[in-house]
């Protein structure tokens, strides 16, 4: 009995510990909206009323009504970032993009006037391009049936295609010659993944090419 009380005790203890609490608001909390053209939008729709009575989280430090805020930087950033250091990421970013603009530039005027159109200057741009060219459709995950495990083709959500395409951008300029410099290799990646080419989109090419080869195996997500 006194083994069993112990046992019972320890276990209660342990599932204490193990219980993380991400944040202090609880999940019935709507979102903030902070962007001032969707609080217009709001206020003149039927959800106004309804919000009024829910209750909302307040917006991260990181969100902002700017003209200037994109959410695809800000995602981009966190994911440049190390260790917590977020002003050298966004210190990494904005050098990226000076490069970026410098090296459209130099293609802008070798270029003849009747062609430069088609040459992107903004380098928020084709980071925007070159992450949805990046992103890609399938991706293989473990599934184990009668003790073999199988790689399985299963189809992508918006929110993970982007998650993967921006990590293999990084990863990509992360795997660099000690000579080079990681601010170099990312403009020069950016730019040639938004135009379809460079090593992301090779490796999107071969994810694709590896689900295809295992496409006899898809039915086993629903066995």
């Known amino acids: 009995m006194i083994l ?25 909390y709507v979102k903030p909206i902070f962007k001032k053209e969707e609080q217009e939008e709001v206020h003149v729709s039927p ?26 930087v800000r995602k981009f950033t966190n994911y440049i970032m190390r260790q917590g250091k977020k002003m050298v990421a966004r210190k990494v970013l904005e050098t990226t993009f000076e490069n970026i603009k410098i090296l459209q530039l130099k293609k802008y005027y070798q270029l003849p ?12 741009a084709i980071l925007h391009e070159a992450i949805e060219n990046c992103s890609p459709v399938l991706e293989l995950t473990n599934v184990r049936r009668g003790g ?40 020069k990646e950016l730019i040639n993944a938004s135009n ?13 090419k590896q689900c295809e080869a295992n496409r006899a195996f898809a039915h086993y997500r629903w066995i």
Request: net charge neutral; charged share 30%; hydrophobic share 30%.
């Open 4 to 28: 069993k009380r112990t046992y019972n005790l320890l276990t209660s203890r342990q599932n204490q510990v193990n219980i993380q609490f991400y944040s202090i608001f609880p999940t019935t």
């Open 47 to 72: 959800e106004g009323n309804k919000l009024s009575r829910i209750p909302i989280r307040p917006a991260l430090t990181s969100d902002t009504c700017s003209e200037f805020y994109d959410e695809i």
């Open 113 to 124: 006037p009747e062609e430069r159109d088609s040459v992107i200057l903004d380098p928020k």
């Open 148 to 187: 073999i495990l199988y790689k399985v083709p299963i189809p992508l959500n918006e929110q993970r295609a982007k998650f993967l395409s921006m990590n293999w951008l990084i990863q990509t300029a992360n795997d660099k010659p000690d000579t080079d410099k990681f601010v170099d290799v990312l403009a």
């Open 196 to 208: 379809n080419e460079g090593k992301t989109i090779k490796k999107k090419h071969e994810l694709h």
